[in-house]
């Protein structure tokens, strides 16, 4: 919390405190008679220690005679902005002028009953006002002295210092300033939401670009992943028919010794067939071909096996042979 001066403007005194924190770190007194005396009263205290160039803000207090105060009943129900400017135009009425112009204000007092149930009762008004010439030897002492234009309102008198009495040139000028800084402020809120804004969508797109990335790495393994299960897959299929055809292979090899091994002398085989059911067919040649076929059931090589035709008889190299085509079931002997 900043200092603060305090000054309380009496009949003929002017009492001054330099507070910080509720706090008294200074204070001094100055008598004076007029406005004149009064200005140069307010610079010369502030000029009286270093410690009032700290002070952040002057407030005035101004006690009767100088400032004079009423309570006003007969106002009309006006807004509370407009109620000082009503009092303003009727100074004349509510106050004595002593041919100087006076410097007003006016606020509301009590509860107020415009939606209560029953008679509409008036509201009173607290109003004050002091001449000018007094005023202005107050902002003229406070600026000498390097403060800024204090806030000024009347003492000793309830409700009175929520009364300003500054000049109404200078409360236009506070207006236009609160306004303007308001604006700032709203210019500087719009120019940081659209700057995060910015750095939201800027974080965004950065973020969306990361992720892309990231998205297509994890793409990339995938299809790698992928394509690894797929020559798995392969492999194990490659290793099955592998050892399927091995199976095979085993079984055609051990069914053609059994048939080599139950064929008669002479006999000889020129083709084998076997198909995935187990049925088959062999073709060769023997002196008798009826004699295969009784061998071959004999042994219990193969199972209904007979001839597929008449044999062909033929003579080779002096020697008489009948070539045979032998049909089979799918049963083997074990």
Known sequence: MKRTLHLRVEAGML???LRHRRIVEWAGNAEFATPDELAAAIAALAMETP????????????TPPLVQVRTLTDLPPVHPGALAALVAL??????????????????????RNRWQRGPYVPRAARAAAIEAPWVDAIVAGT?????????????DAPGARRLDLIAPAERVARRRRALGLTRRMAVLAAALWMSASALYVGRLVGARGRLGVEAARVRKASDAVSAARRALDDGQAMVATVSADA????????????????????????????????????????????????ALERRSVVAGARLDGSP?????????????????????AR
């Open 247 to 294: 199976a095979v292979r085993g079984e055609l090899l051990a069914r053609l010794g059994a048939l080599l091994s139950a064929l008669p002398d002479s006999a000889f085989l020129s083709s084998l067939e076997l198909d995935r059911d187990g049925h088959g067919v062999i073709t060769g040649g023997a002196p008798h071909a009826a004699e295969v076929v009784a």
């Open 90 to 111: 009727q100074a004349g009425r509510y106050f004595r002028k002593n041919g100087k112009p006076l410097v007003t204000d006016a606020t509301w007092i009590g509860p």
């Open 312 to 332: 062909n008889p033929e003579i080779v190299g002096g020697t008489r042979r009948e070539r045979f085509t032998i049909r089979f079931g799918r049963e083997v």
């Open 143 to 155: 600026l000498t002295a390097g403060l800024p234009i204090p806030t000024i309102f009347a003492g």
């Open 51 to 62: 410690l009032l160039r700290r002070a952040a803000r002057a407030d005035v207090e101004v």
């Open 15 to 17: 009492r001054a405190e």
